[in-house]
């Protein structure tokens, strides 16, 4: 049980990809972190290079008070669970949780005893004469973790531990994740491109791109309050809307409408700045009757989303500035924003519709940075309190 | 409607000869398969009946039977030690051969050398020079100087020599066909390179070294060439080798023996297929069955 400290991590692998760039990151004693991204933006590398399988190209890695950036895997004391789990086809589901414990020498039957209780903790404990080609894919998973849990590591790292199962078995699996790493205690990374996966599991998620991290925070923080436009389309089942605006005597022009200034943003912008109106989905009201200053344009498509429909509305939005003039000079663009409206108030494609932000949940982006109250931070470390607003 | 009746008084005479021409057909195949069926089977017939005849012929014919050829190969003082001298110079090439193709495979699968294909064809290319008869007099010289000569470890290390390049190419192939996510799941647990070629590549491509084993083992039961040049006395000779000297004193082939060592000679060989291929499942290529 150890914290990791990542410092300048970079890794190029031959042929020049930059998969890691120059990566600050600590992650905590005991916590549950997730790394999430867009595919190929070095997740899996990230993962790698701390368990020791891809060699650093520069900076350092430490696991505890252990400087490890030059250890062989076997040395660093961390288990992997691969995404396709990697359990050996040649042998039982007993002999394969009990590898770890036969390198260190461990006798053949102490370590069948011990292979037999951890499969007992996680419920694998019928099938410990089974081949892994004889199993599930969720018993695969467990016997994989079984297989990491049996050499007592201080550091777990899962690479995309559930995408390899439908939906269903997902959400169980997700949940007998959490509650095992809660018991265990043991520090965990966990690599996923699924970013409801990473806010239901995960302590803390940093959110990755192109090699670098452009957010570290808790799921609320990440999720209400994202450092930048970049993690603010990522984060969301639905993106957040990011729409052009005119600071404009106290309040926000979009086209006609005028917005009131997201609170921490008072005394942080200047008359006539344009900036990007951040707000998600879920957090604006939909009505069918005209509201004064309100966001207004047509319903272009309604997605039924089950017990919620995600409504697309194109609204007549400021004009996108003078950068890029394709349509002459106060000719207002279009914009589309997207709503969720509750069961039974969905309105038809065609109709005309208005939306209100509610109040607290709206967000300012200065050249793709959050506008806060505290100047403008790369990333915003608000304390828990301070991160619920509303 | 109209379109669709059209075309049936056009089809409906043609439909006999239709028929007939496939039956000729099918006739002309199963009489040109049978055909090339006998071809191979004659020799095999008159391996099973030849033994057990008292005076066989070249022609298979049906065996007056008796078992006195038997009788007359066990009096003849090197037939069954040289089948143990074909045993010991098999496995000990077989042995050398899966060994080192093994990790030579499993090094070129995994490590990323340049010309690396280029080098595997080459090999593969040369390979068949090497044991062949144009280099029969470099490699008498050699064995000579290396004082190999009439020295069984000469011939196996020579066979092994030509053997080898075509069976890393083999294992190559099982090898490249083994993710390696396994390897490095082991490589996390702190497994040797050398636990981790144990416990986990052998395992995986076993059907690939019971492959190259065997055909290790066929091809040196078969070669004439090697033994019979750089071994002196026919106390070491294989049993390729004996099958030579197995004549009357007239100069004549002694059918009842050559027969009789025929069949003995090609029983173990056969066998050990039928087992190999039965345990292991004998193919070619890579890729894990789970
Ligand atoms: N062995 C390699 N050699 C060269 N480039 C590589 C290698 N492995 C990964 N890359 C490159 O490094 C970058 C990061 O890859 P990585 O596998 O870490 O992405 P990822 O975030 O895990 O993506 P995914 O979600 O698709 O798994 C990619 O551009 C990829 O093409
Ligand atoms: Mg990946």
Redesign the pocket.
């Known amino acids: 049980m150890s914290a990791i400290t990542m410092r300048e991590l970079t890794k190029v692998?031959?042929?020049g990809?930059r998969?890691l760039d120059a990566l600050d990151l600590e992650i905590a004693d005991g916590e549950f972190f997730a790394l999430l991204?867009?595919?190929?933006?070095?997740?899996?590398?990230?993962l790698?290079t701390i368990a020791g399988l891809e060699v650093a190209s520069g900076g350092s890695v430490r696991i505890g008070e252990r400087d490890v950036t030059g250890l062989p895997p076997g040395k660093r004391d961390v288990a992997m669970v691969f995404?396709d789990y990697a359990l050996f086809p040649h042998m039982t589901v007993r002999d394969n949780i009990a590898y770890p414990l036969r390198i260190k020498k461990v006798d053949r039957r102490t370590r069948g005893g011990k292979a037999a209780d951890t499969a007992e903790e996680l419920g694998l404990s019928g099938l410990l004469e089974r081949r892994p080609g004889q199993l599930s894919g969720g018993q695969q998973q467990r016997v994989a973790l079984a297989r990491a849990m049996a050499c007592h590591p201080q550091v777990f790292l899962l690479?995309?531990p559930l995408s390899n199962l439908d939906a269903r078995l997902r959400l169980e699996a997700r949940t007998f994740l959490k509650r095992l790493q809660r018991e265990l205690g043991v520090t965990t990374v966990f690599?996923t491109?699924d970013q409801a996966e990473a806010l239901a599991l995960a302590d803390r998620i940093a959110v990755?791109e192109g090699?670098r991290i452009r957010q570290v925070g808790t799921p609320t923080e990440v999720f209400r309050r994202p450092a930048n436009t970049f993690v603010a389309g990522f984060i969301g089942s639905t993106p957040m809307n990011l729409i052009d605006a005119r600071v404009h005597g106290g309040e926000l022009a979009v086209g006609p409408a005028r917005l009131p200034l997201p609170d921490d943003s008072h005394g942080q912008v200047t008359d006539g700045e344009r900036l990007v109106y951040g707000i998600r989905p879920e957090y604006l009201d939909y009505s069918p009757t005209a509201v004064p200053g309100a966001l207004t344009g047509e319903v272009v498509v309604v997605e039924n989303l089950g017990s919620v429909s995600l409504v697309s509305l194109d609204v007549p939005a400021d004009d996108t500035g003078p950068a890029d003039a394709g349509s002459p000079a106060g000719d207002a663009g279009r914009t589309s924003v997207q709503v969720v409206v509750p069961e039974g108030a969905e309105p038809e494609p065609g109709d005309t519709g208005w939306v209100v932000p509610r109040p607290g949940r709206s967000l300012l982006y200065r050249d793709g940075t959050l506008v806060t109250a505290t100047a403008t931070a790369e990333v915003p470390a608000p304390r828990a309190g301070a991160a619920v607003r509303s | 409607m109209t379109t669709d009746t059209a075309p049936v008084p056009t089809t409906e005479p043609t439909r006999p000869t239709v028929a007939v021409r496939h039956l000729l057909a099918q006739i002309g195949r199963y009489t040109f398969l049978c055909a090339i069926l006998g071809f191979f089977a004659l020799p095999l017939l008159w391996l099973a009946t030849a033994p057990f005849d008292d005076t066989p012929t070249v022609t298979a014919s049906l065996p007056r039977f008796t078992l006195d050829n038997f009788r007359a190969l066990l009096d003849n003082p090197y037939a069954l030690s040289s089948l143990l001298n074909s045993v010991y110079l098999a496995a000990g090439t077989a042995a050398l051969v899966v060994t080192f193709a093994a990790l030579a495979a499993y090094a070129l699968s995994r490590v990323r050398v340049p010309g690396r294909d280029a080098l595997l064809y080459g090999l593969l290319l040369l390979s068949s020079i090497v044991t062949g008869t144009a280099t029969m007099v470099p490699l008498f010289e050699l064995a000579f100087r290396l004082n190999l000569i009439d020295s069984r470890l000469g011939v196996i290390l020579i066979l092994s020599g030509g053997l080898l390049p075509a069976a890393i190419f083999i294992l190559k192939d099982f090898m490249d066909s083994t993710p390696t996510s396994y390897e490095e799941s082991a490589r996390v647990f702190g497994a040797s390179p050398l636990q981790i070629m144990r416990h986990i590549v052998v395992p995986l491509v076993r059907p690939g070294l019971a492959t190259v084993g065997v055909w290790a083992v066929a091809n040196v039961w078969g070669n004439f060439l090697v033994p019979f040049l750089l071994l002196r006395g026919p106390d070491k000779a294989p049993a390729a080798v004996i099958m030579y000297t197995l004549y009357t004193e007239g100069g004549q082939a002694d059918l009842r023996l050559l027969s009789t060592f025929s069949l003995l000679y090609s029983l173990p060989v056969a066998l050990m297929f039928v087992f190999v291929s039965s345990r292991y499942g004998f193919r070619f290529h890579g890729g894990i069955k789970r």
């Open positions: 692998y031959p042929g990809v998969a991204g867009p595919s190929g933006c070095g997740k899996t590398t990230l790698r995404q690479d995309e690599v491109h990755m090699g």
